[in-house]
């Protein structure tokens, strides 16, 4: 009787505490701008939930031009690149962006911002006094950044299990072995909705058997990386790498993306940086109140994007926001506004907004935006409707969603026109249809059984307690691929088929013969 009394309070005891306590986690992030957010964001929250967290930082590209400094309540371990590489980066950064603005969104592009960033690889891993010190201090679990593959080198390194958080859609579901039907599950690129004519489907069948070479080109300059760094006999590729991640967590929402299969080792967890909105300064409050009934909106292409290299798109967009009666918040380099063009009556530029913020006002009627997933969610979240104007990366897929929803619209950059943009920014005003859906999609993310911070931590305590993902991870991961798509089988049931007909045949056959040669033995 004692001994249960004494259990029951040692049982009592555990049930008041958390089973996990202060553990040690490490965050990676390689890669700038929205991406840093997020990460520095997940830091944070895993720091107020009472664990021990250190970033590992690479400091340089596209930081986030604009935005004043801030403190940050856990420990960094950063280098930074060589001033004389950023500032190439940047100035190829600036290249590509003008191929952008003309609706040049290539995969060539695409494949040099990955040199770029295996370059940078490179130098990461060679910086042997943070990866040493990294190792020595044992972390639990590490939460990477889940784009740059460059992560996934960084953890194999070091030998750590991982969750990759992914900053948007889910780019990479194929290779990591979720399901995805062709019918109804459009490819990544494919700029298609989960509603697909006959042509739609064929379509994302076509760039799903091209998708294999695809993923090699991408890959071949991390390639090149791992065999300088992994010896002979132990190199494994991309996919390898991040088929070793506990979990696998995307930056997104039903709000937004189709629904769709989903394997256990895979989370939705979008929104972090979407959250009430405090109260902006008084000199914007001004600004917004001279705007009347007609209200204001707010336009940002990126974290990453502060001005525009291009004189004429920067024309239309400004002669487009001249045709509304809106006040016009433009997150926009002032210092790198042309001389030439001056500034419409209506528009303000800002070097850095807080945009959700912003779009917490009640005055707020628009965000023009280039479609990143962290924006879209803040105007989900704030239930403002849309005008995107993709330019590069997921940018197309995410504002394609956002139309599907009718929560908005886009303009490709190679139709921008000023007639074009105020038409689209009226139409988007003024049919009442668009603020509905977006109040709509708004109770949906609202509405989740738990708020996006509580997942995460809820996730990262799970994997660390359960030690590891591997409850969760499918067995198709060890299968061969002719057993994970049951080849053998169907070769198998192939076989027996083919074999039976043929024996029919054959038997037929003989008895056609058997019985027009005893016609014939009769006629004789
Ligand atoms: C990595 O850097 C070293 C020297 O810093 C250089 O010799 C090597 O070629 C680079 N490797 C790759 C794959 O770029």
Known sequence: MAGDKAQTILLLFFLQFPLLQAAKILTVCFIGGSHYLLMDEISQILHNNGHQVRMFLQYGNSMLPGRPLQQRPYSVSTYSLDKKYLQENEELFVESQKDYLVGRNTLQNFVIFLRELSYQCNITLQQSDILNFLKEEKYDLAVIEGFNPCSFLVMEKLGLPFIAFFPGMMMNGGRIGIPGPLSYVPLFGSELTDRMDFFGRLKNTMMYLGSYMID??????????IDQHFP??????????????????YNIDFSTEFPRPLLPNVQFIGGLLAKPAKPVTQDLEDLIAESGESGFIVVTLGSMISSLPLVEFLKEMNDGFAKIPQRVIWRYNKTSWPKELSIAQNVRLMDWVSQNDLL???????????????????????GVPVVGIPLFGDQYENVVRIKAKNMG????????????????????????????????QRVVLRSRPFPPDKQLVGWVEHIIQSGGGGH?????????????YLLDV???????????????????????????????????
């Open 360 to 382: 917490g006002h009640p005055k707020v009627r628009l965000l023009v935006t280039h479609g990143g997933m962290n924006s879209l969610m803040e105007a989900v979240y704030h």
């Open 490 to 524: 169907i070769l198998f049931i192939s076989a027996c088929v083919g074999v039976t007909i043929y024996l029919i045949v054959k038997v037929i056959r003989l008895l056609i013969y058997l019985m027009s040669s005893n016609r014939k033995q009769k006629q004789n």
């Open 232 to 249: 002979a006999g132990s190199r494994p590729t991309i996919t390898d790498l991040q088929r070793r991640a506990e979990l696998w967590i």
């Open 409 to 440: 619209t886009f303009i490709p950059p190679d139709q921008m026109k000023a007639e074009n943009l105020a038409n689209a920014l009226q139409e988007i005003m003024e049919n009442s249809s668009y603020k509905t859906s977006a109040m709509k």
């Open 472 to 484: 969760l991870r499918p067995y198709s991961y060890q299968q061969p691929w002719y057993q994970q």
């Open 216 to 225: 090699r080109i991408m890959d071949a300059p991390f390639q090149e990386v």
